[in-house]
């Protein structure tokens, strides 16, 4: 089963596939979606069109076609085509689950990408198509094979982002270097801050202690925590961390700042007194959130 790339769910705890919807849509469904008597006794194996977390931990609708894209033109068609190839068997059945993507009515939908190199590069594979495992909750969704034409039109409107002209892929690569040198800034600018908060914090005879790198699952503002209002962290080794807005966080910047980071990995600052190492850091404490990636 392909699907388009790793949702941010496989990355909080142990790194596995599908660990969320989608996985309980597969559990529940696919006996549902396929023939099981054209395929009776096969195993699943899943595989990703791109191995990168295209959506960035964000919102699909924000990153994910566009980065999806970029990687495809760049190498991530080829190395699709080489890890499905390992993996291939004779008799094997591929079954094509990618979404088509939000920008579809305007750009080649991203399973018509994955089917067009799928065919151009094993014909005599047998594919099916099927919509993507998260639209299985709707019964009238699990079997419809979704459309895909090898008219003359419709595989010059499936060709792969690789062939397109010379002049679009400089300038898709001029703004991967652009957001490039954005993403080098923002972590520059994080080291700043953080080498401000040990100075603030040696000055008040204390320790910023940085916490190692945990997926930020989720946020809870204005919980009451040892009778104080505080947000909460919710990591994903399951544990949480707890900020005293009135004291720490009156203006809300450090709340808002980890709200952008929700999905993607983090390490939080404590402060410890000098002379009390863990006093307040091992009691889930935290002063500020810096992106780990």
């Given at each position: 089963?392909?699907?388009?790339?790793?949702?941010?769910?496989e990355?909080?705890?142990?790194?596995?596939?599908?660990?969320?919807?989608?996985?309980?849509?597969?559990?529940?469904?696919?006996?549902?979606?396929?023939?099981?008597?054209?395929?009776?006794?096969?195993?699943l194996?899943?595989?990703?069109?791109?191995q990168?977390?295209?959506?960035?931990?964000?919102?699909?609708?924000?990153?994910?076609?566009?980065?999806?894209?970029?990687?495809?033109?760049?190498?991530?068609?080829?190395?699709?085509?080489?890890?499905?190839?390992?993996?291939l068997?004779?008799?094997d059945?591929?079954?094509?689950c990618?979404?088509?993507?939000?920008?579809?009515?305007?750009?080649?939908?991203?399973?018509?990408?994955?089917?067009?190199?799928?065919?151009?590069?094993?014909?005599n594979?047998?594919?099916?198509?099927?919509?993507?495992?998260?639209?299985?909750?709707?019964?009238?969704?699990?079997?419809?094979?979704?459309?895909?034409?090898?008219?003359?039109?419709d595989?010059?409107?499936a060709?792969?982002?690789?062939?397109?002209?010379?002049?679009?892929?400089?300038?898709?690569?001029?703004?991967?270097?652009?957001?490039?040198?954005?993403?080098k800034?923002?972590?520059?600018?994080?080291?700043?801050?953080?080498?401000?908060?040990t100075?603030?914090?040696?000055?008040e005879?204390?320790?910023?202690?940085l916490?190692?790198?945990?997926?930020?699952?989720?946020?809870?503002?204005?919980?009451?925590?040892?009778?104080?209002?505080?947000?909460?962290?919710?990591?994903?080794d399951?544990?949480?961390?707890?900020?005293?807005?009135?004291?720490?966080?009156?203006?809300?910047a450090?709340?808002?700042?980890?709200?952008?980071?929700?999905?993607?990995k983090?390490?939080?600052?404590?402060?410890?007194?000098?002379?009390?190492?863990?006093?307040?850091?091992?009691?889930?404490?935290?002063?500020?959130?810096?992106?780990?990636?």
């Amino acid at each position: 089963m392909v699907l388009e790339s790793p949702h941010v769910d496989e990355f909080i705890g142990d790194i596995g596939p599908a660990k969320g919807f989608t996985g309980d849509m597969i559990r529940d469904f696919l006996h549902e979606v396929i023939n099981l008597q054209d395929v009776d006794g096969f195993g699943l194996v899943l595989i990703n069109a791109i191995q990168h977390q295209c959506s960035l931990g964000t919102s699909t609708s924000v990153h994910r076609d566009k980065v999806f894209r970029a990687v495809w033109a760049q190498g991530g068609q080829e190395n699709f085509v080489s890890r499905l190839r390992a993996l291939l068997r004779p008799n094997d059945v591929v079954m094509n689950c990618c979404t088509k993507g939000n920008d579809f009515e305007v750009n080649t939908p991203l399973r018509s990408l994955v089917e067009a190199t799928i065919r151009a590069h094993f014909p005599n594979v047998q594919t099916i198509r099927r919509m993507h495992p998260a639209s299985w909750r709707t019964r009238s969704w699990r079997c419809a094979a979704w459309r895909y034409s090898t008219e003359p039109k419709d595989v010059s409107e499936a060709q792969t982002e690789s062939q397109l002209p010379v002049d679009e892929l400089e300038a898709r690569n001029k703004a991967l270097e652009a957001q490039i040198l954005l993403l080098k800034k923002i972590a520059a600018n994080e080291q700043a801050t953080f080498k401000s908060e040990t100075e603030t914090a040696e000055s008040e005879k204390s320790v910023a202690t940085l916490s190692e790198p945990d997926a930020l699952v989720s946020i809870k503002e204005n919980q009451i925590v040892r009778g104080s209002v505080c947000t909460v962290l919710m990591m994903g080794d399951g544990s949480q961390r707890h900020m005293k807005t009135s004291t720490f966080d009156p203006d809300g910047a450090i709340t808002q700042k980890a709200k952008t980071l929700v999905g993607s990995k983090i390490r939080t600052t404590c402060w410890d007194p000098k002379g009390s190492p863990g006093r307040w850091s091992s009691q889930g404490y935290f002063r500020n959130v810096y992106s780990a990636e």
